[in-house]
């Protein structure tokens, strides 16, 4: 990048078509994790901030790296060669050659964003939230065609979905979100407003 871009959408922009994807499917975990994060741009680098907690990640020729801090990554050591994913004393390299592990990034995001609390004192991140279809926004993926989409998704993005429609208090919001999830199931390439392909 031959200039330093302004915010993480112009340092996603400026990514190729594939690191975009990924990009946006970490920025999507790291938000849902942590939906209260400041975005912005620290050393040249999307960078999720909360109070004086803060998440980098950048990407390299093979891998897109999270640059937790040496703690974090001592706390997600075992984790990590569990994945099968390269690390160093302050990052964490999730390669290019394999599918973005959403459900990991969550757990690090987490454990580094929580506010409040010691980074050293906080215990790994429990296990997301799980759920179920509601019997009124299945109809409506059936109504509208959708269903073999919607179960071609990957568990991840088809329970965040669920997640993000049923969470609101106000029907209207309910609705936009599932309209959203509806619109992006019938293009098949966009999962939360940024570029997704099958298989990632």
């Not at 975005?39 to 909360?50: A, D």
Request: hydrophobic share 35%.
């Amino acid at each position: 990048m031959s200039t330093q871009p302004y915010t993480v959408e112009e340092y996603i922009a400026r990514s190729s078509h594939e690191k975009a994807e990924r990009l946006g499917l970490v920025r999507t975990a790291i938000l849902s994790a942590a939906p209260q994060a400041e975005e912005l741009i620290s050393w040249g680098m999307p960078t999720y901030r909360v109070g004086g907690n803060q998440l980098h990640v950048g990407c390299a020729k093979n891998h897109i790296g999270l640059y937790p801090g040496s703690a974090a990554a001592e706390q997600f050591a075992q984790r990590a060669d569990e994945l099968g994913l390269a690390r160093t004393k302050g990052s964490i390299h999730l390669p290019d050659s394999r599918p973005i592990p959403t459900d990991f990034v969550v757990e690090v995001a987490t454990w580094c964003l929580a506010s409040g609390r010691d980074r050293e004192q906080r215990a790994p991140a429990k296990p997301r939230e799980r759920h179920e279809v509601p019997a009124w926004v299945q109809e409506e993926i059936d109504r509208a065609g959708l269903a073999e989409a919607y179960a071609a998704r990957p568990p991840y993005q088809r329970n965040d979905y669920i997640g993000w429609i049923v969470r609101p208090k106000q029907e209207k919001t309910r609705r936009a979100h599932l309209d959203q999830m509806l619109d992006e199931l019938r293009r098949g390439d966009v999962y939360m407003k940024m570029p997704w392909r099958t298989g990632r």
